[in-house]
T-cell receptor, first 114, second 112 residues
Framework: DVKVTQSSRYLVKRTGEKVFLECVQDMDHENMFWYRQDPGLGLRLIYFSYDVKMKEKGDIPEGYSVSREKKERFSLILESASTNQTSMYLC?????????????FGSGTQLSVL | GNSVTQMEGPVTLSEEAFLTINCTYTATGYPSLFWYVQYPGEGLQLLLKATKADDKGSNKGFEATYRKETTSFHLEKGSVQVSDSAVYFCALSGGANSKLTFGKGITLSVRP
């Protein structure tokens, strides 16, 4: 069974902490994405990556960075967590870059910043 | 830029009722259109898709037709089940690079 695995289902952190959210896919996909999901706002793209060591900003990159050292792993980093970063974070991957490619999603990490 | 507008929710239906969830889009060119579903406690998964005008996507009894003239991709099901309770997202991909633009999502609850 193909999988996108996010390391934590629930995470509680304090304001100012550095937070790492990890995502691993076992499908040898080139492309990986980080979204955040908020009620009434839907999904918003934070960052994405088309290849190892490559990254591009999405629609809301402020306050976040990413790392892709290996093809299967894509990490989202909150350098100094703030309360407005409390959200559900979803990782996704796709095989290619065509417009009709479907995304495979992880189950999400619910992050609470206190 | 690209955008997707979904009808306001939530939606509550009785089992076996007919379902329509409206979705309209704004995009340049010829986007691909998708419906994703998120069951409780899970990530999103693709429900159906259509890649060109007049295409009909279908899966698990759900259908949606790509209507270029009305820029719409409404989701329908003739008889919903309790197990269809979930959040439904309409999305579009405006070209290469497979970046999706999502609507806000709508929660469907089906009562026995």
């Amino acid at each position: 069974d193909v999988k996108v695995t996010q390391s934590s289902r629930y995470l509680v952190k304090r304001t100012g902490e550095k937070v790492f959210l990890e995502c691993v896919q076992d499908m040898d996909h080139e492309n990986m994405f980080w979204y955040r999901q908020d009620p009434g706002l839907g999904l918003r793209l934070i960052y994405f990556s088309y290849d190892v060591k490559m990254k591009e900003k999405g629609d809301i990159p402020e306050g976040y960075s990413v790392s892709r050292e290996k093809k299967e792993r894509f990490s989202l980093i909150l350098e100094s967590a703030s309360t407005n970063q409390t959200s559900m974070y979803l990782c996704a991957s796709t095989r290619g870059r065509s417009a009709w490619e479907k995304l495979f999603f992880g189950s999400g990490t619910q992050l609470s910043v206190l | 830029g690209n955008s997707v507008t979904q009808m306001e929710g939530p939606v509550t239906l009785s089992e076996e009722a007919f379902l329509t969830i409206n979705c309209t889009y704004t995009a340049t060119g010829y986007p691909s259109l998708f419906w994703y579903v998120q069951y409780p406690g899970e990530g999103l998964q693709l429900l159906l898709k259509a890649t060109k005008a007049d295409d009909k996507g279908s899966n698990k009894g759900f259908e949606a037709t790509y209507r270029k003239e009305t820029t719409s991709f409404h989701l329908e099901k003739g008889s919903v089940q309790v197990s269809d309770s979930a959040v439904y997202f309409c999305a579009l991909s405006g070209g290469a690079n497979s970046k999706l633009t999502f609507g806000k999502g709508i929660t469907l609850s089906v009562r026995p």
